[in-house]
T-cell receptor
């Protein structure tokens, strides 16, 4: 297992277009998290899954955002009708249910630029 | 509501110096605390994880300490190298399965 994989690494899109990002977690991890990081800030929590169930969504996640994790494996994050304010790094992380020992493992992120 | 602060925001040191990065948090009831490194435009690399029952963790030239009662953690980097230049982020898990991050310390080690 090579860790948490995210695709694409970079995405440039025009305002109003829809984009979808993919995250493949570490296979043994049953929890998956999405975070967003804007320039000069720390990552902020967006949502998390335990297996295929989405258990919490931040208020940062507007109606234009949707995340799925079918079959409890990979996850997708879709942004509809993108706005310039959506430009950020989108980070995915995964963990065991008991994260006490190992904490989180993050992927390399997807950098979104909305022009 | 948990808040995490990192001081200083930026630091520039000559190669070979020992340095300390600070992280403070407002709610001492934490589950664990994790230090990450982030290179420009890249994802987060885990450096050290300190469980709530631990006082410190060490990995190579890095040592992280945790004082829950005072709401503080420090990351000590010994004999700094230019390759250590990066942003260092502190993240606190308060048992709600989501991390609260500080805004990071941008470190530059000059050759």
């Amino acid at each position: 297992d090579t860790g948490v994989s995210q695709d694409p690494r970079h995405k440039i899109t025009k305002r109003g277009q829809n984009v979808t990002f993919r995250c493949d977690p570490i296979s043994e991890h049953n929890r998956l998290y999405w975070y967003r990081q804007t320039l000069g800030q720390g990552p902020e929590f967006l949502t998390y899954f335990q297996n295929e169930a989405q258990l919490e969504k931040s208020r940062l996640l507007s109606d234009r955002f949707s995340a799925e994790r079918p079959k409890g494996s990979f996850s997708t994050l879709e942004i509809q009708r993108t706005e310039q304010g959506d430009s950020a790094m989108y980070l995915c992380a995964s963990s065991f249910q008991d994260r006490y020992v190992h904490g989180y493992t993050f992927g390399s992120g997807t950098r979104l630029t909305v022009v | 509501k948990q808040e995490v602060t990192q001081i200083p925001a930026a630091l520039s040191v000559p190669e070979g110096e020992n340095l300390v990065l600070n992280c403070s948090f407002t709610d001492s009831a934490i589950y664990n605390l994790q230090w990450f490194r982030q290179d420009p435009g890249k994802g987060l690399t885990s450096l050290l994880l300190i469980q709530s029952s631990q006082r410190e963790q060490t990995s190579g030239r890095l040592n992280a300490s945790l004082d829950k009662s005072s709401g503080r953690s420090t990351l000590y980097i010994a004999a700094s190298q230019p390759g250590d230049s990066a942003t260092y982020l502190c993240a606190v898990d308060s048992g709600t399965y989501k991390y609260i991050f500080g805004t990071g310390t941008r470190l530059k080690v000059l050759a």
